[in-house]
């Protein structure tokens, strides 16, 4: 067998733990959002703006490259 490495560094799966929990975290303010289906500020701006930052941070955390030694 040859000795292969994984894709992805320790770094870069706590990076991508971190995004999943910001996602986590957008659609759960959508979901608590008082209005009427979800149609108040909440539902329509906040969640939506955290979930995006939490897709953009999962694609930082997937190109992020780590210092070789």
């Known amino acids: 067998m040859s000795n292969q490495s994984f894709p992805f560094t320790k770094k870069n ?9 910001i996602i986590v975290i957008g659609f759960t303010i959508i979901g608590l959002d008082p209005e009427t289906h979800g149609f108040g500020f909440m ?9 995006l930052a939490g897709f953009i941070f999962e694609f930082y955390a997937i190109f992020h490259k780590s210092e070789s030694k």
């Open 43 to 51: 539902g329509l701006t906040l969640g939506p703006i955290v979930t």
């Open 13 to 21: 799966y706590q990076l991508m733990l971190i995004g999943i929990a």
